[in-house]
């Protein structure tokens, strides 16, 4: 389901995803800290507990902003199968599937939010919010493991500070009773920079984002596509869609005009995904299976685009090389 391929919404799915991460590990802190107790120092419970409660539509409707916006870019190798399905997807299955987990189980506690004053009992719903620890979990491998801007400075700064307030959160709630308070804050604050440090290796080397090209000038990538023809008794038209799918995914569009013995007029289109660049200009020579077109980008550089193919089943499969000219 690829709706657009446009770089507004490949920014938009990032933003929300990373916004989405830091307002849950928030809740998760507060829920921690409201925990157990009945009242609070400083702030009436009823308040945070409002505070908690909006915390958590708001989650739910960045999570709902990144989902939508994955399903409909066309920069992202994603259906709808395998955004519903964990461990389906083509791209990182694995932490993409820990994500999609994630997602569901937190629909799950919603609908059980909604539920607690009318059909289960509190016990159960205390015990079902444990959930949210592995909701977070999920979360966290999930942004660790398949976001592309998880090598980046400002994002590994802002988990690791994630990771460490909820570690370090989780370690003083289950230690509070057993700690004094000079080594419950030790073995709180241990914890937490021990597991920041255990993202930062991972995103820093396992798991290290390795970007593809941002507007290659020069590369070859696997071509599929479709051709439709409208031919009339002097001339016709033969059209050309299809993208690249490689190291530079490309979206490309051929439009041909022809007479009886030649090209009358010929336009040619690359859309560079997700930055949404553009090359045009025209095709220069057609064979029947395959073209070669010369374009130019805004700062004035130019492309040779050469374009083979052979007919399958869905259209057609083949190669696409483009070079500066």
């Known amino acids: 389901m690829h709706l657009t391929s446009s770089p507004v919404d490949w920014y938009a799915a990032r933003a929300a995803g990373v916004v989405a991460y830091l307002l849950l590990s ?5 829920g921690i800290s ?3 107790k009945k009242k609070l120092h400083r702030w009436p419970r009823f308040a945070v507990e409002d505070v908690h409660r909006f915390g958590g539509i708001l989650v739910g409707t ?6 939508v916006t994955i399903a409909i870019d066309a920069w992202l190798p994603f259906s709808i199968a395998s955004i519903i399905v964990p461990f389906t997807s083509a791209y990182k299955p694995l932490w993409v599937g820990l994500g ?57 700064t802002l988990e690791s500070a994630a990771i460490a307030l909820v570690t370090g959160a989780i370690t003083w709630r289950i230690l509070a009773r057993h700690l004094g308070k000079w080594r419950l804050r ?21 798991v290290r984002f390795h970007p593809k090209p941002w507007n290659a000038r020069s590369f070859n990538d696997a071509l599929t596509g ?6 009339g008794v002097t001339k016709g038209i033969v059209s050309f869609a299809g993208q690249g799918k490689g190291d530079q995914r490309v979206l490309i569009r051929a439009d041909l005009l022809i007479g009886t013995h030649q090209l009358l007029s010929t336009s040619f289109q690359m859309e560079y995904l997700p930055s949404g660049q553009l090359c045009t ?45």
Request: aromatic residues 8%; contains cysteine.
């Open 186 to 206: 030790g073995a709180s604050l241990a914890t937490a920079v021990g597991t920041a440090a255990i993202a930062l290796v991972l995103v820093t080397g396992p």
């Open 62 to 67: 960045f999570l709902i902003i990144h989902v």
């Open 26 to 30: 928030a809740i998760v802190v507060l």
């Open 281 to 325: 200009g025209t095709v220069t020579k057609a064979r029947a299976f395959g073209f070669t077109a010369h374009c130019h980008v805004h700062d004035g550089t130019t492309r040779l685009v050469s374009a083979n193919w052979r007919l399958v089943a869905a259209g057609v499969d083949g190669q696409l090389a483009v070079t500066m000219s």
């Open 100 to 156: 999609i987990v994630s997602a569901e189980l937190l629909l799950a506690l919603a609908i059980t939010n909604r539920l607690r004053d009318l059909h289960i009992s509190y016990r159960f719903w205390r015990r079902a919010h444990y959930l949210n620890f592995a909701v977070w979990t999920g979360a966290t491998l999930h942004s660790l493991g398949s976001g592309t801007d998880r090598s980046t400075p400002w994002l590994i």
């Open 226 to 231: 479709q051709v439709q023809q409208q031919l």
């Open 34 to 36: 409201m925990a157990g």
